[in-house]
């Protein structure tokens, strides 16, 4: 059985009212949330889940308010001894624009993107501003793209599930770890969702949809299947990871 240790990368933050991770809570509350590009080591290819942000904002307050160091992406790998073109496998969570800004810069790997994420970006709603198709023609062009039209396991010790909570297309990714089935969520929350504080508990909420969703209620249930189905779950923008320190 293939086993990874995931390493968190910061590759950009954004600042904005909390409620956009927690529906209906904490409203009017700022907030600073890492974007993330986690990668994979082990197994016999180098994968990463996103690529995050082309040209984050690397600033003294913002780090202070993550706790970590942001990067670009040629920062945050070469920290792992890669470049962008030793990227073998891209896994997108979803394709809002901070999840796949770098994708064009990894010339040598496959994408793998959920059908429905595909469908979605050429045609997004107005409401959903953060489709940026832009940033996928050129791995359209090169024929990068595997997409993904079922649950299951990709390569060895990594699987996906369809989790449209955020955006129709989203996946959770499980990775098989030493300590256990890790969930990297495929929709943009923060620990806080999967830990309500004892207000929204005492409401027998038993989490809290993600601040911005497809439909609030199957977001709701999406977020309680994950929460177990895995051992471990990463919230896909919670600061504690921003450190950097590898999860095994």
């Known amino acids: 059985m293939s086993s990874y240790i995931i390493h968190p990368i910061v590759m950009g933050t954004k600042i ?54 942001i990067h670009t992406f040629e920062e945050g ?49 107005p409401l959903d501003y953060r489709y940026v198709e832009d940033f996928i023609f050129e791995i359209r062009d ?20 369809h989790t449209p909570a955020h955006t129709p297309g989203g996946m959770t990714v499980f990775v098989d770890t030493p300590r256990g089935r890790v969930a990297i969520t495929g929709f943009c929350v923060i620990r806080e969702n999967f830990e309500p504080p004892v207000q929204i508990r005492a409401m027998e909420m038993e989490v809290i949809p993600p601040g911005t969703s497809v439909n609030t209620y199957e977001a709701y249930d999406i977020l309680v299947k994950v929460r177990d189905m895995a051992d471990y779950v990463i919230p896909l923008h919670e600061p504690e990871f921003a450190s950097g320190e590898a999860i095994s």
């Open 16 to 69: 904005f009212d909390k409620g956009m991770m927690t529906y209906q809570h904490d409203y009017g509350t700022p907030y600073t949330i890492p974007i993330y590009c986690w990668y994979l080591e082990g197994g016999d290819r180098t994968i990463l889940i996103d690529t995050g942000e082309m040209h984050p904002v690397q600033s003294e307050d913002r780090e202070k308010a993550i706790g970590g160091k």
């Open 142 to 161: 090169r024929e990068q793209i595997e997409v993904v039209r079922a649950d299951g396991e990709l390569v060895p010790g990594i699987s996906v599930l």
């Open 77 to 125: 790998l070469a920290r792992h001894g890669l470049t962008p073109a030793d990227i073998d496998m891209v896994i997108h969570t979803h394709l809002h624009a901070d999840h796949c800004e770098n994708d064009y810069k990894c010339e040598n790997a496959r994408f793998f993107i959920h059908e429905k994420e595909l469908e979605t970006i050429e045609n997004p709603h």
